[in-house]
Every structure is written in structure tokens, then in C-alpha cells.
């Protein structure tokens, strides 16, 4: 063959490498730019989606927003953690495009986008749905680290269902992938320094009483103290109160699932300085400890000292109801720093508190269980 043809195959041969790679590639133009939001619509959006659904190879999360709050579908409509949903949507309608990444499936593994449903993949599927749009956004999020040179951002690797391209993004998207991670865990939230007394029944009939006199003591008597015997730890008993106003749940379900006279636990009434009485029942089931619980107010748990001074000389304060039976209004409100709380406020926090208990068994913790279920033998050392 002589050398000039050999010399113009060469050059086809070239000019046809270049045309394919030419007509292969994805004009820039065509790709968002870095910077640009992953979803442009999504931020105005935020504010009229009703659900969030995460699946993932094991599970499915749905997070609904209902007439009052968000709640987990997959707990029964239980009250979800409105910050972490909040999170969620937020996060995704603020992903920026960092860099465009791979379009071949072959190694969306490596990023952690395989589809969900495949042995083996770590990805999450995220939708965010609004009464209008089943999909106003929905992503394939794989996996993430911490962003260069800022540590409270994620450079995280992502894809849309619909498109064979994956990208390198930054932002901040935390997505729990277990149902009871999405709960409201706050059980109960009140000061210590509000409450009296707290009596603690153990099935067998054994009590435990703890009380003190005044909002300001700072610790808690342990009543009939036998001769020759202390109390080991005060910290120990304290914590037996500690404990009940800070309850917080590691899984619920609606009471009716849970049986509490087959195998009952430790029962406790807690009562506080300005009239709220609190009742926690527990059980033992399915190798976890659950809790029902219900408050009420009663004016009989009021001293008017221990609120604020009565007018003097007998005569009638302003503004101050003296209808016989009318509880409320007779009772004496609060100083302006006190930590205790009005009749009115408290009776107010009992019906919120009912509201969102009502119905529900709540799995409590071991350790907080043991807190405030203690006999008495077991605050009780002998004295030296």
C-alpha cells in the first residue's frame, strides 16, 4: 500500500475518533453548574409537603403531617420528631451541585446508589410529596463525608431515579433509616423543683415514698427510715425523681397491643406543689418495659404558702374569685419567679399532656426503669 494512503486512513481514521467522542459527550452547556441546587423549585416548596417517604433495602419510613404534627406512618401514626423532619426537607430542597460523577451503573456501588431494592445496597430512595405532586422531589442518596474544609457540611453522593448521571453534592441531608428513630422520644418534661412527693408501689405491695417541704430543697426525704439504718446516696434517691420527669421512650404502640394486668410492674404517682398529679403504670412485655400514663389536676395539692402570700388582714386581693367550688379560681397563683406554675397553666399542661399520651404504651428504657423503680432496702445502707 503506498504511503499516501496509509497516511489519509490514518487521518480518517482520526477525524472519526475525534466525531465520536464529539457526538458522545454531553455538551457542558446541557449539565447544571456547580453551585446551582439540585432541586431549583424544591425551597419554595418546603412548606407544603405532607409527606416524606425513605426506603431503603430493609425498610420503609413515611413521615406524615397531620392536622396538628408529623407522625410516622409505620408507628401507628405516632408523633414524630418535627426538628429531624424538618431536617430532612430543608436538606434536600439546599443540596448544590458540586461536580457531575459516572453514568454507569456498573459503579453507582461504589457511591453507594445502587437501586434500593438490590441485595446488597446501602442507597436511600427519598420523596418528598406535596397534595399536588406525588414526586415534587425525589433522589437516590448514597454516601456521604464529611466536606472539605467544612466539617459541618456533607459531600454526599447522589442520583435521580430518572437519570443515568450521578453527582457529587454538598449539604446537609441526615436521614435516620430505622421507623423508630423519627419518634418524639419526650415522654415527660418537667423541673424537679416543682415536684412533692413520689410514691412508688411495686406489685408485691412494697412503697417507696420521697418528698421534701419546699420548692427550693434540694434534696428528697426518704420517709420511716429504720434505727441503725442511712441513706447510701443521696444522688441515688434524688434520681428516683430525676428520672420520672425526664422520661424518654425507646419505642411505642398503641396501648390496646400491650397488656398491663398480666404481668404488672411498678406503679408510681408523682405530685407537684402547684397541683399536677401524675400516674405511671409499667408492665413487662415482649422483653421490654412499657408505660401507660395520665395526669390530672387537683387543687388540694395547693398551699397557698407555697405559692405566694395571701392579702393581709383577711381582705380579698383583686380580681380574686370566691365562689365556693370553684377550685381553680381560689387557689393562689404563683410569685413572678417561682418555677411553679399557675391553676390555670397547669390544668392547661395536663390536658396537652393526656392529649399526647392518651392510648399509647411506651417501651421505656432499662436503666431509667431501674432509676425509679428502687425498694427501699436498696437507698438504704447500715450506719457505721
Same mark, same amino acid.
Given at each position: 500500500?503506498?504511503?499516501?494512503?496509509?497516511?489519509?486512513?490514518?487521518?480518517?481514521?482520526?477525524?472519526?475518533?475525534?466525531?465520536?467522542?464529539?457526538?458522545?459527550?454531553?455538551?457542558?452547556?446541557?449539565?447544571?453548574?456547580?453551585?446551582? %441546587?439540585?432541586?431549583?423549585?424544591?425551597?419554595?416548596?418546603?412548606?407544603?409537603?405532607?409527606?416524606?417517604?425513605?426506603?431503603? /433495602?430493609?425498610?420503609?419510613?413515611?413521615?406524615?403531617?397531620?392536622?396538628?404534627?408529623w407522625?410516622?406512618?409505620?408507628?401507628?401514626?405516632?408523633?414524630?420528631?418535627?426538628?429531624?423532619?424538618?431536617?430532612?426537607?430543608?436538606?434536600?430542597?439546599?443540596?448544590?451541585?458540586?461536580?457531575?460523577?459516572?453514568?454507569?451503573?456498573?459503579?453507582?456501588?461504589?457511591?453507594?446508589?445502587?437501586?434500593?431494592?438490590?441485595?446488597?445496597?446501602?442507597?436511600?430512595?427519598?420523596?418528598?410529596?406535596?397534595?399536588?405532586?406525588?414526586?415534587?422531589?425525589?433522589?437516590?442518596?448514597?454516601?456521604?463525608k464529611?466536606?472539605?474544609?467544612?466539617?459541618?457540611?456533607?459531600?454526599?453522593?447522589?442520583?435521580?431515579p430518572?437519570?443515568?448521571?450521578?453527582?457529587?453534592?454538598?449539604?446537609?441531608? %441526615?436521614?435516620e433509616?430505622?421507623?423508630?428513630?423519627?419518634?418524639?422520644?419526650?415522654?415527660?418534661?418537667?423541673?424537679?423543683k416543682?415536684?412533692?412527693?413520689?410514691?412508688?408501689?411495686h406489685?408485691?405491695?412494697?412503697?417507696?415514698? &420521697?418528698?421534701?417541704?419546699?420548692?427550693?430543697?434540694?434534696?428528697?426525704?426518704?420517709?420511716?427510715?429504720?434505727?441503725?439504718?442511712?441513706?447510701?446516696?443521696?444522688?441515688?434517691?434524688?434520681?428516683?425523681?430525676?428520672?420520672?420527669?425526664?422520661?424518654?421512650?425507646?419505642?411505642?404502640?398503641?396501648?390496646?397491643?400491650?397488656?398491663?394486668?398480666?404481668? %404488672?410492674?411498678?406503679?408510681?404517682? &408523682?405530685?407537684?406543689?402547684?397541683g399536677?398529679?401524675? /400516674?405511671?403504670?409499667?408492665?413487662k412485655?415482649?422483653e421490654?418495659?412499657?408505660?401507660?400514663?395520665?395526669?390530672?389536676f387537683?387543687?388540694?395539692?395547693?398551699?397557698?404558702?407555697?405559692?405566694?402570700?395571701?392579702?393581709?388582714?383577711?381582705?380579698?386581693?383583686?380580681?380574686?374569685?370566691?365562689?365556693?367550688?370553684?377550685?381553680?379560681?381560689?387557689?393562689?397563683?404563683p410569685?413572678?419567679?417561682?418555677? &411553679?406554675?399557675?391553676?390555670?397553666?397547669?390544668?392547661?399542661?395536663?390536658?396537652?399532656?393526656?392529649?399526647?399520651?392518651?392510648?399509647?404504651?411506651?417501651?421505656?428504657?432499662?436503666?431509667?426503669?431501674?432509676?425509679?423503680?428502687?425498694?427501699?432496702?436498696?437507698?438504704?445502707?447500715?450506719?457505721?
Amino acid at each position: 500500500m503506498k504511503s499516501t494512503t496509509i497516511g489519509l486512513l490514518a487521518g480518517i481514521t482520526i477525524i472519526g475518533i475525534v466525531l465520536a467522542v464529539f457526538v458522545n459527550r454531553e455538551p457542558s452547556s446541557s449539565l447544571p453548574q456547580s453551585g446551582q %441546587p439540585v432541586f431549583p423549585d424544591l425551597m419554595s416548596l418546603v412548606n407544603d409537603i405532607n409527606e416524606v417517604v425513605i426506603e431503603t /433495602h430493609e425498610q420503609t419510613m413515611t413521615l406524615v403531617r397531620g392536622e396538628h404534627a408529623w407522625g410516622v406512618k409505620e408507628k401507628s401514626g405516632y408523633r414524630a420528631d418535627v426538628e429531624k423532619v424538618k431536617k430532612t426537607i430543608v436538606g434536600l430542597a439546599g443540596l448544590r451541585i458540586l461536580e457531575p460523577k459516572t453514568q454507569t451503573p456498573e459503579l453507582y456501588d461504589r457511591l453507594g446508589l445502587q437501586d434500593h431494592g438490590e441485595e446488597g445496597s446501602t442507597s436511600k430512595m427519598v420523596t418528598l410529596k406535596t397534595a399536588d405532586n406525588p414526586e415534587a422531589a425525589k433522589l437516590v442518596v448514597g454516601n456521604q463525608k464529611p466536606a472539605k474544609g467544612n466539617p459541618r457540611m456533607s459531600d454526599i453522593y447522589v442520583r435521580k431515579p430518572d437519570d443515568p448521571r450521578t453527582w457529587l453534592v454538598i449539604g446537609n441531608l %441526615p436521614l435516620e433509616t430505622v421507623p423508630g428513630e423519627w419518634l418524639d422520644q419526650e415522654v415527660t418534661a418537667f423541673t424537679t423543683k416543682r415536684v412533692r412527693q413520689v410514691t412508688v408501689t411495686h406489685p408485691q405491695g412494697a412503697t417507696l415514698h &420521697l418528698s421534701k417541704a419546699k420548692p427550693d430543697d434540694l434534696d428528697f426525704s426518704l420517709d420511716s427510715i429504720p434505727a441503725g439504718f442511712r441513706i447510701s446516696s443521696q444522688f441515688n434517691v434524688n434520681n428516683v425523681v430525676g428520672t420520672l420527669v425526664q422520661l424518654s421512650l425507646e419505642d411505642v404502640k398503641p396501648q390496646a397491643e400491650v397488656d398491663f394486668l398480666a404481668n %404488672p410492674g411498678v406503679s408510681v404517682v &408523682l405530685e407537684t406543689f402547684d397541683g399536677l398529679r401524675l /400516674h405511671v403504670h409499667t408492665t413487662k412485655h415482649d422483653e421490654h418495659i412499657w408505660a401507660k400514663l395520665s395526669a390530672e389536676f387537683d387543687a388540694n395539692l395547693v398551699q397557698p404558702s407555697e405559692l405566694s402570700s395571701t392579702p393581709e388582714d383577711g381582705q380579698k386581693a383583686e380580681g380574686e374569685e370566691t365562689e365556693k367550688g370553684d377550685e381553680v379560681a381560689n387557689v393562689a397563683t404563683p410569685e413572678k419567679d417561682s418555677v &411553679l406554675t399557675t391553676p390555670e397553666e397547669v390544668q392547661k399542661e395536663v390536658d396537652s399532656l393526656n392529649q399526647r399520651v392518651k392510648g399509647w404504651a411506651y417501651a421505656l428504657p432499662s436503666f431509667r426503669v431501674e432509676n425509679f423503680s428502687k425498694l427501699k432496702k436498696d437507698l438504704l445502707s447500715k450506719e457505721e
